[in-house]
């Protein structure tokens, strides 16, 4: 046990986690790159949150708090700052992680893939405690979280990225905007659905002309400015 170990009171959870350490232990809690989605989110055509939802705990890769980002799990559940006070209350309370209803205080997750989950704003202690407790149960999913996953259209990206390649490569004068529109929300008690329409608008500096480009017309105006340009011959002038 390392000094940083000290102020954790020993429980059987930790204690199994250094006797039977688990082969994931030791990988490192990514980072939510903020910046990253920042870039992704004009191209978010569906935004689900619900507060009752269920994950594959062990499919929690990274989370928002710096703190804990490039730790292990294993370290996590050694440092955590309340690492301490939540071990105890898993020892007196095991069960609260096998409950089905809504989590109380809220453990909230993040993802763009469905796959990969981040921890948002609540729930980091518990998330590490759930994975250790989970892995020597043989359990995987963790019911009654909140999570918010935004479906990002891959292929709008790439289209645009595409879009704007082309425009750099041709050295053209251009001023290329992403805009998302609101196409209304679904939801009742419990979850929400906002559906969004990305769109390009692409301005010639030239001419001053606009033009909006969703996903079909983007790529047909990919198409035309992938052609090669016409070449201009000008025939020399027979002497008298």
């Given at each position: 046990?390392?000094?940083?170990?000290?102020?954790?009171?020993?429980?059987?959870?930790?204690?199994?986690?250094?006797?039977?350490?688990p082969?994931?232990?030791?990988?490192?809690?990514?980072?939510?790159?903020?910046?990253?989605?920042?870039l992704?989110?004009?191209?978010?055509?569906?935004?689900?949150?619900?507060?009752?939802?269920?994950?594959?705990?062990?499919?929690?890769?990274?989370?928002?708090h710096?703190?804990?980002?490039?730790?292990?799990w294993?370290?996590?559940?050694?440092?955590?700052?309340?690492?301490?006070?939540?071990?105890?209350?898993?020892?007196?309370?095991?069960?609260?992680?096998?409950?089905?209803?809504?989590k109380?205080p809220?453990?909230?997750?993040?993802?763009?893939?469905?796959?990969?989950?981040?921890?948002?704003?609540?729930?980091?202690?518990?998330?590490?405690?759930?994975?250790?407790?989970?892995?020597?149960?043989?359990q995987?999913?963790?019911?009654?979280?909140?999570?918010?996953?935004?479906?990002?259209?891959?292929?709008?990206?790439?289209?645009?990225?595409?879009?704007?390649?082309?425009?750099?490569?041709?050295?053209?004068?251009?001023?290329?905007?992403v805009?998302?529109?609101?196409?209304?929300?679904?939801?009742?008690?419990?979850?929400?659905?906002?559906?969004?329409q990305?769109?390009?608008?692409?301005?010639?500096?030239?001419?001053?002309?606009?033009?909006?480009?969703?996903?079909?017309?983007?790529?047909?105006?990919?198409q035309?400015?992938?052609?090669?340009?016409?070449?201009?011959?000008?025939?020399?002038?027979?002497?008298?």
């Amino acid at each position: 046990m390392n000094s940083n170990e000290k102020n954790i009171k020993p429980t059987g959870l930790f204690d199994k986690a250094h006797k039977e350490i688990p082969h994931w232990a030791n990988h490192k809690i990514q980072v939510w790159d903020e910046n990253q989605y920042r870039l992704l989110e004009p191209f978010v055509t569906q935004d689900y949150w619900t507060d009752q939802g269920s994950i594959n705990v062990f499919r929690v890769v990274g989370t928002q708090h710096w703190d804990y980002q490039g730790k292990t799990w294993l370290e996590f559940l050694e440092t955590g700052k309340r690492m301490d006070i939540n071990l105890a209350l898993h020892e007196k309370n095991p069960g609260y992680y096998q409950e089905t209803n809504r989590k109380k205080p809220m453990m909230y997750y993040l993802t763009l893939d469905g796959l990969n989950y981040y921890i948002g704003a609540d729930g980091n202690h518990r998330t590490c405690i759930a994975r250790f407790d989970y892995h020597y149960r043989g359990q995987t999913v963790l019911h009654g979280v909140t999570i918010n996953h935004m479906y990002v259209d891959v292929e709008f990206l790439q289209l645009y990225r595409q879009l704007k390649d082309i425009c750099r490569e041709r050295k053209l004068l251009v001023n290329i905007d992403v805009q998302r529109i609101n196409q209304g929300r679904e939801d009742t008690a419990g979850w929400k659905l906002d559906l969004y329409q990305p769109q390009i608008v692409f301005e010639d500096m030239e001419t001053l002309n606009k033009e909006i480009l969703q996903k079909q017309t983007l790529a047909s105006k990919i198409q035309l400015l992938s052609k090669p340009a016409k070449r201009r011959w000008f025939g020399l002038a027979k002497s008298a």
